[in-house]
Structures are given as C-alpha cells and as structure tokens.
C-alpha cells in the first residue's frame, strides 16, 4: 500500500545553515510524483517543490532542493541558507499517476522545523 | 486574484449538530478534495470530486458528507454522526491529474472546528 514515511518529527537548525527534512515513500506505480508542502503556524498549506519519478535531474527551486534517491524511494528536501521564517511545519506528500489517476495526495506526519537566530 | 476561499475561519459545534463549511475556489479546477488535520498529525482525505455532481469517498468519509452542484464550489457537512469533529479542515483543489501530473494541489486557508 502507498505511503509515505517522515521519521523526523521535529528539527533544529542555525540561521544561515543547510538543513535535510527526511522524507521515505512506498508505491508500486512506476508513476507517481512527490511533493513538498510548508505549513506556517497560521495553517496554510505552502507548495515549495515537485519531483516526478521520471524525472533525471532533482528538482530545484530557489533556496528549496530535493535530493531524489528513486532506488531508495526517498526524496529528501534540503533547504540552503535557512531563514526565521523557515521555522514551520514540513510535509511529504505523493500522488500515483495509475489507479484511475484520481489526484489523491498521501501526505507523510510532517517534521517541524525551527530556526535559531 | 485567484485562490480557494474557506469559510469560516473558526466553527463551533453543538453536540447533535450538523455544520457546512464553505469552500469556493476561482482557479477553474475540475478537481476538489477536502482533508482533515487533527494536531501535530498529517492530512487525511475526507471526500473528493473530480467533476459537477460526482464525488468519492476518501479514507475517512464516516460522519462527512459533500456536494459538488458548481465547478467553484465543494462544501462539507460534518454531520452529528461524526463524534470526534474537533480538527483543521483543509480544501484544496487542482486541474486533473492527467493534464498536468506536476501541478500541486492548491489550499484554501482552512477551517478550525471545535465542539461546544
């Protein structure tokens, strides 16, 4: 059965520095895609980054990265340079493209992130 | 400017009560899905739909029901048969999967419900 695994629940990072939000999957649809979402305290749901599993290259955006290891099915969210702001709740999630491709998301437990000054 | 409207904010319940939270988008997206979020913990999909006057259950439908009459519109009624409420609704929604599997899921700013 799809699901998806974030085996951190809370994380600590200094300002300025890289951070690795862990995030494992399970599926077998050779399709899928992964997602990464950020929810600041206020409750909105942020997209920060997509990952399709043909996709040769990791994905990047801005200061947001993922590290896909597909052998592994994991695909890791790193963050340069963290900022306050940063400080929130992360959230894996995946949507198989088989299954009557319903667009249905799994979302992992989440890991809060907090940035020291 | 585009987004999805949820109302309202914060929602209290009286034991016995149903209650119908709102969810509005103007994206033009076939897809809409509502997700509920107990604290420190994931989201769990309630209901979805795909188009006008079609839905399916997701993986916690019991207590829960929806209509979809408009494109724009998707609310939820959390019924009396529902015994534990007390959560963050979320509603999101999307065009369909199969005409852009890399377009994420767009979320309104939720719904806090609380019993009396």
């Known amino acids: 059965a799809q699901k998806i695994t974030q085996t951190q629940p809370g994380m600590f990072v200094q300002e300025k520095e890289a951070v690795t939000l862990d995030c494992t999957y399970d599926t077998s649809d050779p399709s899928y895609g992964l997602f990464w979402y950020k929810q600041p305290s206020s409750g909105e749901m942020i997209f920060l980054i997509y990952q399709g599993s043909y996709d040769q290259q990791n994905a990047t955006e801005g200061r947001y990265s993922l590290n896909f290891q597909k052998a592994r099915k994991s695909a890791n969210l790193v963050i340069s340079a963290s900022q306050l702001g940063d400080s929130a709740m992360y959230f894996c999630a995946m949507r198989e493209h088989g299954s009557g491709n319903t667009g249905k998301l799994i979302f992992g437990q989440g890991t809060t992130l907090q940035v020291k000054p | 400017d585009g987004g999805i409207t949820q109302s309202p904010k914060y929602l209290f319940r009286k034991e016995g009560q149903n209650v119908t939270l709102s969810c509005e988008q103007n994206?033009?997206?076939?897809?809409m899905y509502w997700y509920r979020q107990d604290p420190g913990q994931g989201l769990r999909l309630i209901y979805y739909?795909?188009?006008?006057?079609?839905?399916q259950k997701g993986d916690i439908a019991e207590g829960y029901s929806v209509s979809r009459e408009k494109k724009e519109s998707f609310p939820l009624t959390v019924t009396s048969a529902q015994k534990n409420p007390t959560a963050f609704y979320l509603c999101?929604?999307?065009?369909?999967?199969?005409?852009?599997?890399?377009?994420?899921?767009?979320f309104g700013d939720g719904t806090r419900l609380s019993i009396l």
């Open positions: 999101a929604s999307s065009s369909l999967p199969g005409e852009s599997s890399n377009q994420p899921q767009h």
């Open positions: 739909s795909q188009i006008v006057n079609d839905f």
């Open positions: 994206l033009n997206h076939d897809a």
